[in-house]
């Protein structure tokens, strides 16, 4: 994995102070509330950045790849615009004919049309991909659903944490007022006591005993509240810090999530996996329907072969999109369109791909910062990323 590879040099240059501090205060809990000196908060913490590391460099991966993909079908396009007019008059010949066939074939099935002609090419053109989109959209939309309820389950958990908190520090301001107050009473007894005694001559011996009685016990009772108030209030404060990571880390995998979902409704331009579904079934019959005008069908398809053989003499990436979507060959407008999507699609991968390094590089930040400020556990550091590093190499 490249992040974790970068992450061993630790001396790299870092990014500003003001852009890190703002970056990761969208991503991780302050580390003001962690104790980097107590063990198991100090491997919880760095083990939440290797994990973050781990599903950046993991999404990095297949970003990368959509990424190169788009960017060969616009040099395609790029390629095919840049070709002489004469080379260019030859395709254009067999893209004009395979439109007019289209059309030929649009009246014999107007009237059992199912899907228009614009969906119909858009699925010809992804055919190979449909099902692999369909069943990416169905687990995406269903591991939304999951994580969405991991994110109520969690926010209900740190509320129900937060609310003990504030009672547990109601319980030491009450303790600290009730013994101030119990210490006051002492006290004016004791004086009652004092005047009693050498004022008027009394036998207050008994008195003096059960003061101190009282306040022994009165002292112990209030003293073992305090304490085991204070002892809550430490696990509560290390479950809510437990909890904020947990939430920080579902968040991010929850964005990457939508991010996701939105390039695939985008890439098959449908708004659910139902309606791609929906939009599969009916092309297909579409396609069974197109299979019946034979002679046409046969006609069509010698020209689609004749235009992929002369494209794939200038050496495209992938001809065979073209040869579903002739019309852009001969229309400008559509071209235009074309190249539209195919950059809106790269700007919506690049997005996603600089929040990940975002991600990763705020993640690999504050472990260098971590080692640089308490070198004592460098040692065990190294360890821990070592060990993400193996896993997921």
Not at 103 to 132: H, L, P
Not at 356 to 370: C, F, R, S, V
Request: proline share 1%.
């Amino acid at each position: 994995m490249g992040f974790f590879r970068k992450l061993m040099w630790w001396k790299k240059k870092e990014k500003d102070p003001e852009e890190y501090e703002e970056e990761w205060d969208d991503s991780v809990v302050e580390r003001k509330r962690i104790d980097i000196n107590k063990e198991e908060d100090r491997e919880r913490y760095l083990r939440t950045c290797c994990e973050q590391i781990a599903d950046a460099s993991r999404e990095m991966e297949n970003l990368t790849y959509e990424y190169g993909l788009v960017t060969s079908y616009l040099k395609d396009m790029e390629e095919l615009e840049a070709l002489p007019l004469e080379q260019r008059e030859e395709i254009n010949e067999y893209a004009e004919k395979i439109v007019n066939l289209e059309k030929v074939q649009e009246g014999y099935t107007k009237t059992a049309k199912r899907i228009t002609d614009v969906k119909f090419r858009q699925m010809e053109a992804m055919e190979n991909e449909i099902q692999d989109g369909y069943r990416k959209i169905k687990e995406a939309e269903e591991y939304r659903t999951l994580v969405k309820q991991d994110l109520q389950k969690l926010d209900g958990e740190r509320h129900a944490y937060q609310y003990r908190r504030a009672e547990l520090h109601g319980t030491l301001d009450n303790t600290r007022g009730l013994s101030q107050i119990f210490m006051i009473a002492a006290a004016a007894c004791l004086v009652m006591l004092v005047i009693l005694q050498f004022a008027l001559e009394m036998n207050v011996k008994i008195g003096y005993i059960l003061i101190a009685a009282l306040t022994a016990a009165a002292v112990t009772y209030f003293y073992i509240c305090y304490t085991d108030a204070e002892k809550e209030l430490q696990r509560v404060n290390s479950g809510i810090n437990r909890l904020i990571l947990l939430q920080n880390t579902v968040k991010i995998r929850y964005v990457n999530n939508k991010n996701l979902l939105d390039y695939l409704y985008l890439k098959y331009k449908v708004g659910s996996a139902s309606e791609l579904d929906l939009l599969w079934e009916k092309y297909r019959e579409e396609v069974e329907e197109r299979r019946k005008i034979a002679e046409t069908e046969e006609e069509y398809n010698f020209y689609q072969k004749e235009l992929l053989k002369t494209l794939r003499q200038y050496h495209l990436k992938d001809p065979n999109v073209w040869a579903h979507q002739a019309i852009a060959i001969i229309d400008n407008k559509e071209m235009v369109e074309i190249r539209h999507g195919l950059i809106e699609r790269r700007q919506n991968i690049r997005k996603q791909m600089d929040y990940n390094t975002g991600i990763a590089q705020t993640a690999q930040n504050e472990i260098k910062d971590i080692v640089d400020k308490y070198p004592q556990y460098a040692q065990e550091i190294v360890d821990i990323v070592s060990e993400y590093e193996k896993a997921y190499s």
